[in-house]
C-alpha cells in the first residue's frame, strides 16, 4: 500500500495503443471524459512503477471515480511540493554510531594494514556492499516490473517467451531484437519499464 503523499504514475492501453499518461488523476480524468462506457471496459491501466495493472471502477461521475480511487489509495493527488516537503520536514541528522563488530585476528590485522585504519576500511567496504545491492535490487525490480507488463498484454505476442528469456539472462540487444516488431507502444511502453533491467555492461 503506498502512503497518502506517493503520486502514481501511470499509463493507459485501449487495445494495442496508449490513449494516456501522467498521474493517475490526469490519466483518469482524461479517459473518463474522452472515452465512452464499452471503451472504458476494456481499458488497461498499468502502474509506471511496477507494471501491474491498476483496476479502476469507473461507474458513475468522474469526481465519484476519483473519490473512490482516493478511498482506495490514499490522497494521490496532493501535489509534488508537497511531497517534498513532507520528505523533507524532520530529516535526521548525518552522525556516526558507535558499534561492536567481532572479527578474527587475521581480519583485525588486514583492516588495520588499509590505508585510513580499520573503521574507514569498514565504511568503505559497507558502502560498496550497499551499492552492489542497490543495483541488483534495481535490475530485480525493473525485470519485475518488465515481466507483469509483458505477460499482461503482450503474453500472446510472437517471441514472448523468447524475449522473456533474454530479460532475465540479461541480454539487452537480443530482447531488443525479439520485441522489434511489437505494436510501438507496447514495444516502446516495455523499454521504458525495462530502463534498469539490464547489468551496466549491457547498456
Not at 93 to 111: A, D, M, Y
Not at 133 to 161: L, V
Request: charged letters at 25%; glycine letters at 8%.
Amino acid at each position: 500500500m503506498r502512503n497518502d503523499q506517493t503520486r502514481f504514475y501511470c499509463t493507459a492501453f485501449l487495445g494495442v495503443g496508449v490513449v494516456a499518461s501522467g498521474s493517475l488523476h490526469h490519466v483518469v480524468s482524461t479517459v473518463k471524459d474522452a472515452l465512452n462506457d464499452r471503451d472504458l471496459t476494456q481499458l488497461f491501466i498499468f502502474d509506471d512503477s511496477t507494471g501491474m495493472q491498476i483496476d479502476v471502477d469507473f461507474r458513475g461521475k468522474t469526481d465519484d471515480v476519483l473519490k473512490r480511487l482516493g478511498e482506495q489509495f490514499g490522497d494521490f493527488t496532493s501535489t509534488e511540493a508537497n511531497h517534498q516537503s513532507t520528505r523533507r520536514a524532520g530529516r535526521p541528522k548525518l552522525g556516526v554510531v558507535s558499534g561492536e563488530v567481532t572479527l578474527l585476528p587475521r581480519h583485525w590485522e588486514w583492516l588495520k594494514s588499509q590505508p585510513g585504519g580499520a573503521s574507514v576500511t569498514l565504511r568503505k567496504l559497507v558502502d560498496e556492499a550497499r551499492r552492489a545491492g542497490g543495483e541488483q535490487s534495481k535490475i530485480r525490480e525493473s525485470q519485475e516490473a518488465t515481466y507483469h507488463f509483458m505477460t499482461a498484454m503482450a503474453g500472446n505476442f510472437h517471441q514472448y517467451e523468447e524475449a522473456l528469456r533474454e530479460l532475465y539472462a540479461g541480454d539487452l540487444d537480443r530482447f531488443y531484437h525479439f520485441i522489434d516488431d511489437w505494436a510501438p507502444d507496447i514495444r516502446n511502453y516495455i523499454k521504458r519499464l525495462a530502463t534498469n533491467a539490464f547489468p551496466e555492461g549491457n547498456l
